[in-house]
């Protein structure tokens, strides 16, 4: 828990100082030219699970990473063709690309919610660039606001919602823009339209001399299967709130549940939200069917209960 917001101008020694709390995985409220985001080192699972905690998020969606330029988010995702004409055209700016993840990005898979692919945005304002300059890394920031409450475009929004929850608001007014960004991604070959945000439709298809594909279906062009679906699934089946091991089940253990690995041996939720994913693929790679502990239902945990249930679920 983070007692004392500090709300500060950005000058370049409050801009360091921000970039210092990041650099110990706490959090920053960090001005763009769409919204306020809640930003947390991308790289520190531990400062990623902060983030879903701090918003109350019931479950865990994919985070956008910002990256002060392309080259850093070269480092982080692999553009094709398409991806690099947008980026060049509208980077920095109110667009957020979704391409595959490069290996070895060190993104925590809690940012991508173990998904092979990441959403990227180069933010324009000079509070956000300045910031990621210093410190020198990329941030997960999704809007500074509680989850289901209205997008926040000023400090004093991110001050209602999160005070106490964070180390730092660097308060730089108004956003110039006042709604997320556009999220672009692609299915097969296609460039579809996530979710409309600052860069309208007609001019991301301008710019790349195509018809922009809605994620509802189109008969023209069936989706891939699966390709809009936001979370990693296992392939091998889930048995929830399981105390022990049966026979050819490896079992991820919570708690005094010890398990063949552990989310958490000291019961720990924000612990155990950062290792989730990456759990969840170790225990998917051994081949076994996975059993996992009882996660109470309180903090983080409705989030890991939300996520364990759909990866419980009945396949189609
Ligand atoms: O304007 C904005 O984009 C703001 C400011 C703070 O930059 N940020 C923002 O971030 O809205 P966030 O993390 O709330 O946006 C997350 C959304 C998800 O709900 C999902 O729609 C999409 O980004 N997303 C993220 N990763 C994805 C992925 N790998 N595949 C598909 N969609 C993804
Ligand atoms: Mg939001």
Redesign the pocket.
Known sequence: MQAETRLLTPETEHIAYAAMMLAQGRLVAMPTET?YGLAGDARNPSAVARIFEAKGRPSFNPLIVHAPDLATAAEIGVFHDEALRLATAFWPGAMTLVVPLREGSGIAPLVTAGLDSVAIRVPAHPVAQDLLYAFGGVVAA??A?PSGRI?PTTAQHVAEGLDGKLAVILDAGPCMVGV?STIIGWQGDYPVMLRPGGIPAEAIEACLDTTLTLPAANPDRPAAPGMLSSHYAPRASVRLNANEARDGEFLIGFGEVAGDVTLSASGDLTEAASKLFELLHRADNTGKQIAIAPIPVRGLGMAINDRLSRAAAPRP
């Open positions: 919204v999704p809007s606001n997008s997320e």
